[in-house]
């Protein structure tokens, strides 16, 4: 099978596989190992094959591409006129995706490059990421023929992912919130009437409010940097949450720690707004009434130190 196998620097330089130039890059002139794999995996570099003319496979390791070598990759994809694309990715585990078009694999790979966000701390919410691969191949986990679906529809949104969470049960739990640019301000579009503590009032009047206008104004403003962060990274998250959440229509406005699964999906739609859908799965009923978020020995952090 005839291959034209390229690597791109970091700093965006094209070098032939195994030649004087990338061993001296390498500090290595005779390796004893994969050392194309070792430099893609480990040190930024991209690995770019045309194979029999037909096809441009693209190898990569997300976390580790700088800037440079992402656009001289790039660039090379939209100037080739090959119209059928393979990128295969390293995310605690490697992932392969197939597309027949220049454009959107250069986009994609921009979502892929996006470096990862980061929540900021907060006494009442702690987040455990999770590895979203591993969700395919638990078959027990009702959230896994969602992310089913968001990868065999290419991130394409349509009614039919509501009927999938009612047949999930999860509908109750989940909310969809619009993410349009210029601006990215996450809004409301579905509020799932299982989120009970917002209030009656808000899950009526909620859809199209800011997401960072909810009632509980910390809570608001820390899920709001999730979905714009999942909206123009183009990327899912999965973790674990715990929480201090605050009950409005209650007497005194409780909060009461809870504990669930949540996956965030961006969704395309056919206008430039992306559609984030949150779905969660209850782990643990409630940890604790009368939550003080304010105190810290009543934080969430201060609550499992003393758990543990």
């Known amino acids: 099978m005839e291959r034209l196998t390229m690597l791109v620097t970091p700093d965006g330089r094209w070098v032939f596989p195994n030649s004087e130039e990338f061993l001296s890059l390498l500090g290595d002139d005779a390796p004893d190992y994969d050392a194309v794999s070792f430099a893609v995996k480990n040190l930024g570099y991209i690995k770019f094959q045309i194979i029999q003319k037909s096809i441009i496979e693209i190898e990569l390791h997300p976390r580790n591409v700088q800037l440079p070598a992402l656009l001289a990759a ?36 921009s979502e892929l490059c996006t470096p990862v966000f980061t929540p900021a701390t907060h006494e009442r919410f702690i987040v455990e990421p999770q590895n979203f691969g591993g969700l395919f191949n638990d078959e027990e986990n009702l959230l896994r023929p ?51 503590w917002v209030g009656t009032r808000y899950r009526v009047n909620g859809i199209g409010e800011k997401v960072e206008n909810l009632p509980d104004k910390d809570y608001g403003g820390w899920v709001a940097e999730f979905y714009r962060s999942v909206a123009t990274s183009g990327q899912p998250r999965y973790d674990v949450i715990t929480a201090a959440m605050q009950y409005e229509d209650e007497a005194g406005k409780p ?35 009368s939550f003080q978020s304010r105190d810290p020995d009543n934080s969430v952090i201060r609550y499992f130190a003393r758990s543990s």
């Open 146 to 196: 969602l992310a089913q679906k968001w990868r065999v529809t290419f991130a394409h949104f349509d009614p039919s992912f509501i009927s999938l969470t009612v047949r999930q049960q999860l509908l109750p739990l989940t909310a969809i919130v619009g993410v349009k640019p210029p601006n990215n301000e996450p809004v409301f579009r579905f509020i799932g009437d299982g989120h009970s």
């Open 74 to 109: 790039q660039q090379q994809l939209l100037q080739v006129g090959i119209k059928l694309f393979r990128v295969r990715y390293f995310d605690m585990a490697w992932h392969s995706e197939i597309s027949s078009s220049a454009e959107s694999t250069v986009a994609r790979l």
């Open 255 to 289: 909060r009461r720690v809870v504990r669930y699964e949540r996956l965030l999906l961006p969704w395309k739609t056919p206008s430039d707004e992306i559609f984030v859908s949150s779905c969660a799965i209850p782990l643990d009923k409630e940890l604790a009434a």
